[in-house]
């Protein structure tokens, strides 16, 4: 990404080298001379998205170095775990070592949670959709979920020594949990349609404007009925059918996006790029009159 970054701005800069070049020979034209601000203007804008850009990505990956690094203390702690309890003469200040270990585990969970929500927020707000942070995503999701095994391979271990081990093991499991939905939700998008009226009935859509009745424009209703959509990770589906005469987006969508492809009242939207297609709202809302 660093690479990209330096690239984009040396391209940047012989680009500003190019215009300066274009002035000293086109100076005679107030015109040309508007136009080269204009594009010397859009050359800082464009220098100062690639820098907070990177600024954006740096702070996330910061975020995920810290997970994964507790990830592994917490791997640490289990073998530890494992290895001080295989002790058949194990005394009562190793097992309450053991149960120390048990309750720092369970900070490191909360800590991560905390972090994962961070990164969520920070993903959300800033619009950092970049391909190689979903795989990062998806790859951290995939660790804590085996570690959620091998946890609860620990809990079975210890179940014999001592109650209190596992009523701390299940206060970490379900840190685990929250963890894993936070992480979940990062993909999560939701679609709906229907004809008009189903929508209206069902509290999707609301009609608004016009004039004396006449002209309303249908739009999602702000307290919209989120039971009435179906649920979708963003990320894995590539495709939406909807049955219906004529299709009409109520949310909005880049064409670029997408391509409906139609075969009679089937209707498949296909989507290209799902970064750009849910970047302006992770509900989609169809009709189908």
Known sequence: MKYL?????????????????????????SADGEELAKLRSENRDLKDQLVAKDSMLNESIMLFNEIEHNLAMINLKEDEIRLRSNDVELAEDGKQWILQEIQNINYLREANAKKVEELSASLDDKNLQIEEFQKLVSELLNKIQVQEEEIEMLGVELADLDREYVELLEAYQEQTELAIET???LNSAYYAYGSTSELLANEVIVKEGGFIGIGKKATLKSDFNDEYFTPIDMMKTKSIEVIGKKVKFITDHPSSSYELISNGDNHQIKIKDPKSFWKVSKYLVVVVD
């Open 5 to 29: 970054f330096i690239s984009l701005i040396a391209t940047l800069s012989l680009v500003s080298c190019n215009l300066n070049e274009g002035s000293d020979t086109e100076a005679g034209g």
């Open 183 to 185: 992480m979940q939700e």
